[in-house]
């Protein structure tokens, strides 16, 4: 019965190739967009030449913003702090962090380059705590930290070009035509900036299990806004390597993963933060089921509740 045969053959056939059907091919997160490895610097506008013409949406709220305050004068802080300083020599003159640690920085002989204390405050305790000797580290704040903490940093000597968080770390090198055309601006309500994008832009800083490849740094070189940063940060997506992040550092890593490697695009980080407001209240109206959600919530019992966690960070030595 060739005929039948050949039919069962053929039906088989659909059934296998059917089954074979390889599960949708992760994405390569490197594939598209540029970087700017190897390339200067660009010298771009400060944040004070933005304020210029945004001081009244933005500036009221940029003074407060933890972005601009990440590292800021030791002067301004509250007495607890400055008593506790007191007690390290060599003059530390910047403190660097917030709620769970501060650092002590001081310039060094070098325009760029800030020396790290090796001790910590813990605002908890009101004590210093941390390393056993007290010390002044040159190299280690441009090597391991500055990528993140300050603005336009040379990959080559690890200078930094502002200190703290400009405007440019995520609007990039803004072009002065954008005053009649907004969309030339990224991150701009009019521009509709594409997921990749946008989660490219926050985790340049967000992922903090990334090495780059081009300097082994633990963060990119010379990321300018626009650019893939997954093309010189080398990430693990892997269920084991999400497994051992808290769960502020995971759901970050999971919605990088979903827009990069899965091409997931309905969701990024502005679909919950609004970063000029310091607000995530948005996030609250989403629909329950998404997988991100249990990062932090328990739905069982058909009871919605807000886990306890903890973040910390080896990358930031807290
Ligand atoms: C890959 C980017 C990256 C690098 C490199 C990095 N940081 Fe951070 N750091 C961050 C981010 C992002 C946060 C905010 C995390 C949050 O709020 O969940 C942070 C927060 C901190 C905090 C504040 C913790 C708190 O909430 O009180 C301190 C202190 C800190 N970092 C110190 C350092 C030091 C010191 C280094 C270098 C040894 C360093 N960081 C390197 C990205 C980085
Ligand atoms: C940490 C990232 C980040 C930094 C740094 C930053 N912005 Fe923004 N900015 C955003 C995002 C994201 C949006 C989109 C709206 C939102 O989420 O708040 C935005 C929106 C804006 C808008 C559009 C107005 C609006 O409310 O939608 C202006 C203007 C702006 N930023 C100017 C600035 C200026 C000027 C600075 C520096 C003083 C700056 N931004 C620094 C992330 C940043
Ligand atoms: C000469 C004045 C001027 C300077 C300098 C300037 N802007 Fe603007 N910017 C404008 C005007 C005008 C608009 C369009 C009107 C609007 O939407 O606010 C605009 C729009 C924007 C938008 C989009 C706003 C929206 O509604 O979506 C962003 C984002 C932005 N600027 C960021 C920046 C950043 C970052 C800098 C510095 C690198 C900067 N601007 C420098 C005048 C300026
Ligand atoms: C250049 C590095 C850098 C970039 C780019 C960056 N962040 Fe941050 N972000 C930080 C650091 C550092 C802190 C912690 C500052 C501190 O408290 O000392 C922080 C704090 C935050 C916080 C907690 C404080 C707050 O204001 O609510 C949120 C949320 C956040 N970032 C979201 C974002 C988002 C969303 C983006 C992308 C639009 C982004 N960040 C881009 C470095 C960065
Ligand atoms: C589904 C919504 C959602 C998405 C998507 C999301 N976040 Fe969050 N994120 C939250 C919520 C909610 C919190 C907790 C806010 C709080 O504690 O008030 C949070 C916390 C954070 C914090 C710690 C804030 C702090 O005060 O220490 C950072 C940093 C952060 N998110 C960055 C990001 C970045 C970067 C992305 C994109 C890669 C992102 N988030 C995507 C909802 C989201
Ligand atoms: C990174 C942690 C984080 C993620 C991810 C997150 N939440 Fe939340 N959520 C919080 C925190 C913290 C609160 C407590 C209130 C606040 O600060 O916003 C909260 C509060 C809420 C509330 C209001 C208070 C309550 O318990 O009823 C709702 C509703 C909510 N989240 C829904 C969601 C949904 C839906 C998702 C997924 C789309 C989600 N959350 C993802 C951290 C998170």
Not at 236 to 247: R, V
Request: with cysteine.
């Amino acid at each position: 019965m060739p005929v039948l045969a050949c039919a069962i053959l053929v039906v088989i056939g659909v059934f296998i190739s059917a089954d074979e059907q390889p599960p949708a091919q992760p994405l390569d997160p490197a594939a598209w967009g540029s970087d700017h490895v190897g390339k200067p610097v660009p010298d771009y506008t400060t944040g004070g030449e933005c304020l210029f013409c945004h001081r009244k949406e933005i500036g009221s709220q940029w003074a407060s913003n933890r972005h601009h305050l990440t590292i800021r004068p030791l002067s301004q802080e509250a007495g607890g702090v400055r008593t506790a300083s007191a007690s390290l020599a060599g003059e530390p003159m910047f403190v660097l962090g917030n709620k769970k640690k501060l650092r002590f920085l001081r310039r060094s002989g070098t325009y760029g380059h800030l020396d790290l204390h090796t001790q910590a405050y813990d605002p908890a305790t009101r004590k210093l705590s941390g390393a056993t000797r007290a010390a002044w580290q040159s190299h280690t704040f441009g090597r391991n930290c500055a990528g993140c903490h300050t603005t336009g940093v040379d990959p080559e000597t690890h200078a930094f070009s502002s200190l703290s968080i400009d405007c440019f770390s995520c609007h990039g090198d803004v072009d002065l035509k954008h005053t009649t055309d907004p969309s030339r601006a990224l991150l701009s309500a009019k521009g509709k900036t594409p997921a990749r994008v946008v989660v490219s832009i926050c985790a340049q800083c967000h992922i903090r299990s990334g090495t780059s490849r081009s300097s082994g740094l633990p963060y990119a070189g010379n990321f300018v806004p626009g650019d893939n940063v997954l093309r010189d940060l080398k990430v693990s997506f892997t269920d084991k390597a999400m497994a051992e992040l808290n769960p502020v550092d995971r759901h970050i890593l999971e919605n990088v993963r979903d827009v990069v490697r899965l091409g997931e695009d309905s969701m990024n980080c502005l679909t919950c933060h609004r970063v000029h407001e310091s607000s995530a209240d948005r996030h609250q109206h989403l629909p329950k089921s998404s997988a991100i959600c249990a990062n932090c919530h328990d739905s069982g019992n058909g009871r919605w509740t807000t886990k306890q966690f903890k973040t910390r960070s080896t990358t930031c030595q807290y």
